[in-house]
Every structure is written in structure tokens, then in C-alpha cells.
């Protein structure tokens, strides 16, 4: 399991900071964020992020921000699918992060593609940035502005009409691939749903019949994803309709649902895997469905 898990957030501001994140030699990530909407904002600042697997994993759209934070012991230090700036981080060595083309004389943690490192804390105590101390070798600069790594897309979702029947949502979804196969692949669910009562935790969802969940990862948001551990391929030429469901059927409710549900679909790698593909997909069920499906009663809020 992740030290912390954020995943889904339709909007909002999100920060981790002045945490403790000691793996113990996990194969799990110390934090792990992934589809996060361009409406999202995520700050990471002043923790300790040490022994996993992979120290921070960040797959998705939302603003991030990766600052004064101690990243050691990891057998990755941070790893992201866009270009994100996590500069004035220390990465326990200090000449700086790992990495093959931009600091490969780096002794701290390795980041990948997309991570924007330069200038670094050469300390622990974050009071010295690498740019003043001088002499940390021969570094390349990566700007905010270069993708570095991100692919050409290549594969396309389009949503089909959207039902509401007895209290289970449908959500038809063509998927067209016109590139390579795409390995290690994960569907991600988010689902807004305001009106369901807190002791509601978890939701049952299907892609093409096969049962995954949804969980309740804050207010109103229901996250899960499909494909997980090792992920799924999508082969070189693949057109079809992926078909989701989510039963709502039977829900206890704290009032009417009368604003539309936001659902979030995202395509992603699974944890771990380089990110070869990345889309995503929003859908609005209008509030004339609601009424159609919902089968629980209404519960008082407490």
C-alpha cells in the first residue's frame, strides 16, 4: 500500500506536507497521485520521503508542485507522465538527483523524464540550493517549457450515450488505437456524487463484465481503477467499445441528487511502468437520469 494515495479529484486544491513517509523497503510509493483533472492543484512540500519503491508517482493533468522535500533511500525518487517542477528538493546526495542525461554524475535518487530538478538542496537542513554552493558538475538545464519524453498520442477515447437503468450507471466508451501496442495499461474511474451518505465506502463497478471498486478517497469521490497490478495491452490497430458500469442501486442518500454527476475516465500505466499513453475522458450524466435509477431511500444526515 502507498504511504498516501490521492486519485480522482474532479477539482480543489490537495497538499501533503509535514509527513514522515518511511517505506521500509516497500514496493509500494511513498506518494501517489494520479488522475488528477487540469482543474486540480497539488503541492507537495516538507516531507520526508524515504524507503519505497518509488518515493513519489505522479500520473495525470493537475497542476503539481514538488518543493523542500528530503527524497532518499528510494529505488526511484520521483517519477511523472508531465513536465512538473520539483526544484529545491534534497535527494540525499549532494550532487543532486540521478539522471541519465541531465545529471548523470547525480549520487541521490533518481528522477525520471518530466521531473525539473535543477537547482537542488545540497543539504539536509534545505538551506542551500545547488546554484550558490557552486562546483556540483556538469548539469543539463531542463526548462518548465520542455516535455522531455512525452509521447505523440496514439490512442483516442470517445464516449457513447450514457444509460441509467434501476440504479447502474452505463458508460460505453469507443477505444481506437492507431499506434504501437500499449502495455501495462489501467483504466481510472472517478465519479462525483454528492447526496451519498458517509457511510457509503465503497461502490461495485464492471469494465466489459469483469468487477472492480470504487472507493471513497474524500467528500463526494469515488476512485478505482481496472487493470491493476501488472495492467492490460491494448494491441497495435485495436478499435472497440469498452463498457463501464457502477451500481448505484439501493444507495442510502442524505438528499435529492439534483446536480449531474461528473464521471472521470482516465487511461493510464499501471504503477510502475513507463508512461507510454495517457488520456482522458469526462462525462456528465445529465440529473434526469438520477431520478430514473436510484433505488434507496432517503437517510437524514446526521
Known amino acids: 500500500m502507498p504511504g498516501v494515495w490521492i486519485a480522482g ?14 517505506g521500509g523497503n516497500n514496493e509500494s510509493r511513498g506518494i ?11 503541492n507537495i512540500s516538507e516531507n520526508v520521503v524515504t524507503g519505497w519503491k518509488l518515493g513519489i508517482a505522479y500520473w495525470g493533468y493537475a497542476s503539481i508542485e514538488v518543493k523542500s522535500n528530503l527524497i532518499y533511500g528510494n529505488q526511484v525518487g520521483l517519477q511523472s507522465d508531465i513536465v512538473i517542477d520539483a526544484t529545491l528538493n534534497y535527494w540525499g546526495h549532494e550532487s543532486g538527483p540521478y539522471h541519465e542525461s541531465y545529471n548523470p554524475l547525480g549520487q541521490g535518487n533518481s ?25 556540483q558538475g556538469n548539469v543539463g538545464t531542463m526548462g518548465m517549457g520542455e516535455a522531455i519524453g512525452t509521447p ?12 441509467f437503468d434501476e440504479g447502474i450507471i452505463t458508460l460505453p ?6 499506434g504501437a501496442a500499449f502495455e501495462g495499461a489501467v483504466y481510472g474511474i472517478s465519479l462525483n456524487l454528492p447526496g451519498v451518505a458517509e457511510n457509503v465506502t ?46 448505484l442501486s439501493g444507495l442510502p442518500l442524505t438528499g435529492d441528487l439534483t446536480a449531474a454527476i461528473d464521471a472521470w475516465i482516465g487511461l493510464l500505466s499501471a504503477p510502475g511502468n513507463p508512461v507510454v499513453q495517457v488520456e482522458q475522458l469526462q462525462l456528465i450524466i445529465p440529473a434526469s437520469l438520477e431520478e430514473e435509477g436510484m433505488g434507496g431511500g432517503t437517510e437524514e444526515a446526521a
Open 9 to 22: 479529484a474532479p477539482t480543489g486544491d490537495w497538499t501533503v506536507a509535514n509527513n514522515y513517509f518511511d
Open 32 to 42: 501517489d497521485a494520479w488522475v488528477l483533472p487540469e482543474t486540480s492543484n497539488l
Open 111 to 135: 528522477v525520471s523524464n518530466n521531473v525539473v530538478f535543477d537547482p537542488w538542496y545540497i543539504d539536509e537542513d534545505c538551506a542551500t540550493p545547488s546554484d550558490e554552493a557552486g562546483g
Open 152 to 163: 505523440e498520442t496514439s490512442i483516442s477515447m470517445t464516449a457513447g450515450d450514457v444509460a
Open 173 to 178: 466508451v469507443e477505444i481506437v488505437n492507431n
Open 202 to 247: 465503497a461502490l461495485s463497478a464492471s469494465c466489459n463484465g469483469e468487477a472492480f471498486e470504487l472507493t471513497r478517497s474524500g467528500g463526494d469521490t469515488f476512485t478505482g481503477c481496472f487493470g491493476l497490478p501488472g495492467g492490460f495491452t491494448i494491441d497495435e490497430g485495436y478499435a472497440g467499445t469498452v463498457i463501464f458500469t457502477i451500481d
